[in-house]
């Protein structure tokens, strides 16, 4: 049988256990960028291009008739070049190098910026065939950002390509 003492200590104990982690849940206030910043989020995941040749009649009639594919394709992928530009200084110069034992994964990038508020001209450009070249993708805008707001920058092949969200 429970005494009196003990379940009054225990009702002590775990109103202030609650009451430690109840304050620690709201205070200190955690901010993760000061009050008159925004962020951007470059974010990028991306297959690049491949270098396929068209195969001539001749090699095609040499090849058993399951086999007979019109392109040469290689499995490697290109490196991507990425360039990011803020109020005309560059913020990001890189080569993304395909991942994967075979360099036929996908190229990855992610960077976080923080800025003041207000208005920028942000410009993200992007070549997936080093080959080529120039930016096959281009996004060059002016943006307005709020105190506390967070931007993507992000890569959709099937939405034209470079787009901030």
């Not at 256990?17 to 200190?28: E, H, R, V």
């Not at 994967?100 to 190229?107: A, E």
């Amino acid at each position: 049988m429970l005494k009196p003492a003990a379940i009054v200590g225990q009702v002590i104990l775990y109103g202030a256990f609650a009451a430690f982690i109840g304050y620690f849940a709201t205070a200190p206030k955690y901010r993760q960028i000061p009050d008159d910043s925004a962020l951007i989020k470059l974010s990028i995941s991306h297959l690049g291009d491949r270098q396929c040749r068209k195969r001539t009649p001749e090699e095609l009639a040499k090849m058993p008739p399951n086999m007979r594919a019109p392109l040469d394709c290689p499995r490697e992928r290109s490196d991507i070049n990425l360039e990011a530009d803020l109020d005309g200084q560059p913020v990001l110069r890189t080569v993304l190098h395909p991942t994967g034992l075979y360099k036929d994964g996908v190229s990855t990038v992610y960077k976080r910026f923080e800025v003041k508020a207000g208005s920028h001209q942000l410009a993200v450009r992007m070549n997936d065939n080093l080959v080529k070249p120039g930016f096959n993708f281009v996004k060059e805008e002016a943006i307005t950002l709020q105190p506390g707001q967070v931007m993507v920058v992000d890569f959709n092949p099937d939405q034209g390509g470079l787009f901030f969200r």
